[in-house]
């Protein structure tokens, strides 16, 4: 799930992509750990303009929050991309 979210200090937003981890190995549910980390090492070593940013990774007990450069179209909208 990605949703919009601002900094308390800057006022800057946001996307906030949360990814779920699978509790076990026969789990259908979540992501496995390790596709997780091998997004996140690839998020921090590109650099490219059709690429998002990753600028923080936070690990909870139950899953993964991405926080990632937001896309404004022209028209206004949000654009997501995950």
Do not use: W
């Amino acid at each position: 799930m990605v949703r919009r979210c601002r900094h308390k200090l800057t006022g800057r937003q946001f996307a906030a992509k949360s990814i779920r981890k699978r509790r076990s190995s026969s789990s259908r549910r979540g992501a496995q750990l390790h596709d997780i980390h091998r997004e996140v090492a690839l998020l921090a070593e590109l650099e490219h303009r059709n690429v998002v940013t990753l600028y923080e990774c936070y690990e909870a007990p139950n899953d993964v929050t991405l926080i990632l450069e937001l896309y404004v179209s022209i028209a206004g909208r949000v654009l997501f991309r995950h």
